[in-house]
């Protein structure tokens, strides 16, 4: 996977000098019943600017689930939208937003909302969200939706599944979700059909990686079908 630098919930596509971050969910801590509010934009603002500041991106591909709400966006949520992209212009990177299910308000708060985004043409390297079948064709596919995490010894933690010729003969790697506050799918004992995204089918020939921030590097395991065993 030389194609790909992974870090800590986000991925790096050298080729495409573009840094892809996934469900930001923008708006889901005003949603939470919690006592104390979460500084969910700060949260967000110091992990990108990390981020920005480790890969240097000439883009930075928001890859769908950028807000939480389904059917509206509030002002706080909009105003963080906008501080995320502000962060990238300030950075020399140029934001682009894909769409996701979620997103059904995105377009109020942004006007380049696409469903796809090509970041290589070759190999053909797309990033859409993955919760729906893509409307492009592709040699890769990087998505979100299913917010993948993994158990390893007794530590809950993100991971990436890597799926060789998952959807249509093409390649998928799953991003976790960039926000901490969604508790994501365990795929420890997950099977196919608990993925929501039609591009992961076969969830037992899928790869976790995890990144280490400690060590700063990224594990990749054996497919689940035979990693379940050992865990």
């Known amino acids: 996977m030389d194609w790909i630098r992974f ?23 005003e949603a939470s019943a919690v006592a104390f509010p979460l500084d969910e934009r700060g949260d967000l603002r110091s992990r990108l600017r990390k981020r920005l500041a480790a890969s240097d991106p000439s883009t930075v591909v928001f890859a769908g689930d950028v807000l939480h709400r389904f059917d509206s966006v509030t002002e706080r949520a909009r105003e963080t939208v906008e501080e995320l992209a502000d962060l990238c212009v300030d950075a020399g990177s140029h934001p682009v937003f894909v769409r996701g299910n979620h997103d059904t308000a995105l377009d109020s708060v942004r006007t380049d909302v696409r469903d796809a985004y090509v970041a290589v043409d070759e190999p053909r390297t797309v990033v859409c969200h993955g919760h729906e079948e893509p409307s492009v064709d ?14 390893i010894e007794g530590r809950r933690r993100p991971c990436f599944l890597y799926a060789a010729e ?38 037992g020939d899928a790869r976790p990686v995890v990144f280490d921030e400690e060590r700063g590097e990224a594990l990749t395991f054996p497919p689940l079908r035979s990693f379940r065993d050992l865990l």
């Open 7 to 29: 870090q800590p919930r986000c991925a790096f596509l050298p080729r495409a000098d573009a840094l892809v971050v996934a469900d930001l969910h923008v708006g889901r801590a």
């Open 138 to 151: 592709a040699d890769r596919y990087v998505i979100g939706h299913d917010h993948p995490a993994i158990t």
């Open 166 to 203: 998952a959807c249509r003969g093409a390649d998928v790697l799953m991003l976790p979700s960039f926000s901490r506050l969604p508790p994501g799918v365990e795929v420890n004992d997950a099977r196919g059909g608990d993925l929501q995204s039609p591009l992961v089918r076969r969830l």
